[in-house]
């Protein structure tokens, strides 16, 4: 079992880099280090030498802090992007081609093709976080010496919004094509992050019709919720209580939602599994 | 051990309210060589899928190398040709069926040595290292034939693998499966090129509308044998006298046939021209041609598919 799911991954990510799609999001990556290590370093600059900028070491810690979350904020972006698209095409392409029929007519169960390449992509969306988050935090370091409090925490939540957007696009692949797989997966993210939104405005003007929409909305996809509470994780306590920056969340997920959004991954991956498996090629 | 490589019973496939194959009833023997004919849409492929396991059935049974249908270890025995080849066109002719043999699970050594001596076979030790985008269809098919014999198998499907194929490329295929025959492989061969069928394989089924209408061997001794011959300016007189020796005396395009029970008339027609005195240019007896025999079993207006 375990040598077939790891040979689907190995050539799922050798496919990637040699299809070029990896150099591509990883240059677009640097490009985007790149931007936010000047703009970093030209705010810090400004910062430290403005006569009217901000006077305590508190406050000056709480720009830093907004403008790292800001980093990570576009990073989660990226990651949505890539978890979402990357293996988009994966199983309903080579259905379409028939590539998969001569993956299926091996000694594989079909289980370890979907399993296989399920993993092979999580270590690359890992591998991509390690780089653009850890670029992100360590650019922040070295400007400001400042790095935000539970970084693992937050960037395991990032991860997990990843593997959760990643395992719908795998299981969504397994019955529909290409544009119909990308156009769900894009859409039922799009209803997290409205509904994030409108729960966190329900619960600032205290509407609770708002917010209870917006948790509904969190249970059918549990994405924008994962990456709030990442937010949450990282940010001081007094940024938290101010409220006032979109990373500070109004209403904050509770941790049943990390267990809702493990249990809803692992039950899409099953039903991804069984898809496959039940259908004909 | 069984002696059938394939052995089914009643397999039938709906699609939906569509029947794609009615009634799949046959036997395939141990290191038979066997074609499968028929015209387009008649359930060709979507039988090879059935038999692989690609497509669950709807009803009936079948075993191939005596595991039920669609058995994960029994596939570590068996090879096969899609029709529509569609490989990992990013990776080299090499790495390919080096990434094929992997799958099949075969080791390190016996791998590198299997693969070298694959590529060779095939014709494609050139253009090992160039990525199958840049292959031809024939050079395609070619390395798909070779990926499914990575496995020494036992049994190997091919989906019409001569279809893209130049006149060296078939020669490659058919003596790739006498060696087959040779190493009692039993090759099941869905072609719609009968005088490919004709040559190369034991056993034909002729399958119409999803259904086996006619198995028969093609190296099995018939009864009546087709005599033909070519004499210098054949009378009416001398076709009537040639019924003495057989059935349906015709001429066809200057060539003289005729029907008769058995080989031995061939000599006795032989003396009979030369003491009528009339000049021999070629006689013996003619082979059943299969294109003749597939238009008889599908009727006359079904093409080869």
């Given at each position: 079992m375990m040598r077939g799911i790891f040979t689907i991954s190995q050539l799922t990510i050798h496919e990637a880099l040699r299809k070029r799609v990896l150099l591509a999001a990883v240059l677009l990556g640097l490009a985007f280090l790149v931007i936010f290590a000047l703009g970093f370093y030209f705010m810090n600059r400004e910062v430290v030498n403005s006569p009217r900028g901000p006077e305590t070491q508190a406050q000056r810690a709480l720009i830093y802090i907004f403008l790292t979350m800001a980093g990570l904020y576009a990073v989660n972006f990226l990651m949505v992007m890539m978890a979402a698209l990357l293996p988009v095409d994966t199983l309903s392409g080579e259905i379409r081609s028939g590539a998969i029929q001569s993956l299926v007519t091996k000694p594989l169960r079909r289980a370890e093709i979907v399993l296989g390449k399920w993993l092979g992509f999580w270590v690359i969306l890992a591998g991509y976080l390690a780089l653009m988050g850890g670029g992100v935090l360590l650019i922040a370091r070295i400007v400001s010496g400042i790095t935000p409090q539970n970084i693992f925490i937050g960037l395991a939540l990032m991860l997990l919004e990843a593997t959760l957007l990643l395992t719908l696009s795998i299981a969504g692949g397994t019955r529909l094509s290409t544009l119909a797989n990308g156009v769900l997966v894009f859409g039922l993210f799009g209803l997290a992050f409205i509904g994030g939104w409108i729960e966190q405005i329900g619960a600032l003007f205290q509407n609770e019709t708002a917010r209870y929409v917006g948790v509904i909305a969190s249970l059918i996809v549990p994405s924008e919720s994962l990456w709030q509470l990442a937010a949450y994780n990282m940010q001081p306590a007094l940024m938290r209580d101010l409220t006032?920056?979109?990373?500070?969340?109004a209403s904050v997920p509770s941790n049943a939602m990390v267990v809702w959004a493990l249990g809803y991954t692992l039950l899409v991956l099953l039903l991804g599994v069984w898809s496959f498996r039940t259908r004909d090629l | 051990m069984n002696h059938s490589a394939i052995e089914t019973n009643a397999l039938r496939k709906e699609f939906g309210a569509k029947v794609a194959v009615a009634d799949l009833t046959l036997t395939v023997q141990r290191g038979e060589v066997f074609g499968f004919l028929g015209p387009n849409g008649a359930g060709k492929t979507t039988s090879v899928k059935m038999l692989l396991g690609l497509v669950a059935r709807t009803s009936g049974e079948g075993r191939v190398l005596d595991a039920p249908l669609g058995n994960v270890a029994t596939r570590a025995k068996i090879g096969f040709l899609p029709e529509h080849f569609r490989f990992q066109d990013w990776l080299s002719g090499r790495e390919f069926l080096d990434l094929h043999a992997r799958l099949y699970g075969i080791e390190n050594e016996k791998r590198k040595a299997r693969i070298e001596k694959l590529l060779t076979r095939v014709d494609l030790q050139d253009a090992a290292n160039r990525k199958l985008k840049e292959y031809s269809k024939g050079m395609l098919q070619r390395i798909g034939l070779a990926a499914a014999l990575l496995n020494e198998p036992q049994l190997v499907f091919l989906d019409e693998p001569t279809s893209g194929l130049d006149p060296l490329g078939r020669l490659i295929v058919r003596d790739v499966i006498q060696e087959l025959r040779a190493q009692e492989t039993a090759v099941f061969l869905n072609s719609h090129l009968l005088s490919e069928v004709e040559v190369t394989c034991d056993r034909v089924a002729f399958v119409k509308n999803g259904r086996v209408i006619r198995e028969m061997g093609l190296r099995e001794t018939r009864n009546e044998i087709e005599i033909e011959l070519q004499v210098k300016n054949p009378t009416p007189n001398l076709l009537r006298d040639l019924a003495q020796f057989g059935k349906n005396v015709q001429q066809l395009n200057g060539t003289i046939h005729l029907e008769s029970d058995t080989a031995a008339r061939i000599p006795e027609i032989n003396r009979w021209l030369v003491a009528q005195g009339v000049d021999v240019y070629k006689i013996g007896a003619a082979k059943p041609s299969l294109e003749k025999m597939f238009l008889e079993v599908m009727g006359e207006d079904a093409r080869a598919g």
């Amino acid at each position: 079992m375990m040598r077939g799911i790891f040979t689907i991954s190995q050539l799922t990510i050798h496919e990637a880099l040699r299809k070029r799609v990896l150099l591509a999001a990883v240059l677009l990556g640097l490009a985007f280090l790149v931007i936010f290590a000047l703009g970093f370093y030209f705010m810090n600059r400004e910062v430290v030498n403005s006569p009217r900028g901000p006077e305590t070491q508190a406050q000056r810690a709480l720009i830093y802090i907004f403008l790292t979350m800001a980093g990570l904020y576009a990073v989660n972006f990226l990651m949505v992007m890539m978890a979402a698209l990357l293996p988009v095409d994966t199983l309903s392409g080579e259905i379409r081609s028939g590539a998969i029929q001569s993956l299926v007519t091996k000694p594989l169960r079909r289980a370890e093709i979907v399993l296989g390449k399920w993993l092979g992509f999580w270590v690359i969306l890992a591998g991509y976080l390690a780089l653009m988050g850890g670029g992100v935090l360590l650019i922040a370091r070295i400007v400001s010496g400042i790095t935000p409090q539970n970084i693992f925490i937050g960037l395991a939540l990032m991860l997990l919004e990843a593997t959760l957007l990643l395992t719908l696009s795998i299981a969504g692949g397994t019955r529909l094509s290409t544009l119909a797989n990308g156009v769900l997966v894009f859409g039922l993210f799009g209803l997290a992050f409205i509904g994030g939104w409108i729960e966190q405005i329900g619960a600032l003007f205290q509407n609770e019709t708002a917010r209870y929409v917006g948790v509904i909305a969190s249970l059918i996809v549990p994405s924008e919720s994962l990456w709030q509470l990442a937010a949450y994780n990282m940010q001081p306590a007094l940024m938290r209580d101010l409220t006032m920056t979109p990373f500070s969340p109004a209403s904050v997920p509770s941790n049943a939602m990390v267990v809702w959004a493990l249990g809803y991954t692992l039950l899409v991956l099953l039903l991804g599994v069984w898809s496959f498996r039940t259908r004909d090629l | 051990m069984n002696h059938s490589a394939i052995e089914t019973n009643a397999l039938r496939k709906e699609f939906g309210a569509k029947v794609a194959v009615a009634d799949l009833t046959l036997t395939v023997q141990r290191g038979e060589v066997f074609g499968f004919l028929g015209p387009n849409g008649a359930g060709k492929t979507t039988s090879v899928k059935m038999l692989l396991g690609l497509v669950a059935r709807t009803s009936g049974e079948g075993r191939v190398l005596d595991a039920p249908l669609g058995n994960v270890a029994t596939r570590a025995k068996i090879g096969f040709l899609p029709e529509h080849f569609r490989f990992q066109d990013w990776l080299s002719g090499r790495e390919f069926l080096d990434l094929h043999a992997r799958l099949y699970g075969i080791e390190n050594e016996k791998r590198k040595a299997r693969i070298e001596k694959l590529l060779t076979r095939v014709d494609l030790q050139d253009a090992a290292n160039r990525k199958l985008k840049e292959y031809s269809k024939g050079m395609l098919q070619r390395i798909g034939l070779a990926a499914a014999l990575l496995n020494e198998p036992q049994l190997v499907f091919l989906d019409e693998p001569t279809s893209g194929l130049d006149p060296l490329g078939r020669l490659i295929v058919r003596d790739v499966i006498q060696e087959l025959r040779a190493q009692e492989t039993a090759v099941f061969l869905n072609s719609h090129l009968l005088s490919e069928v004709e040559v190369t394989c034991d056993r034909v089924a002729f399958v119409k509308n999803g259904r086996v209408i006619r198995e028969m061997g093609l190296r099995e001794t018939r009864n009546e044998i087709e005599i033909e011959l070519q004499v210098k300016n054949p009378t009416p007189n001398l076709l009537r006298d040639l019924a003495q020796f057989g059935k349906n005396v015709q001429q066809l395009n200057g060539t003289i046939h005729l029907e008769s029970d058995t080989a031995a008339r061939i000599p006795e027609i032989n003396r009979w021209l030369v003491a009528q005195g009339v000049d021999v240019y070629k006689i013996g007896a003619a082979k059943p041609s299969l294109e003749k025999m597939f238009l008889e079993v599908m009727g006359e207006d079904a093409r080869a598919g």
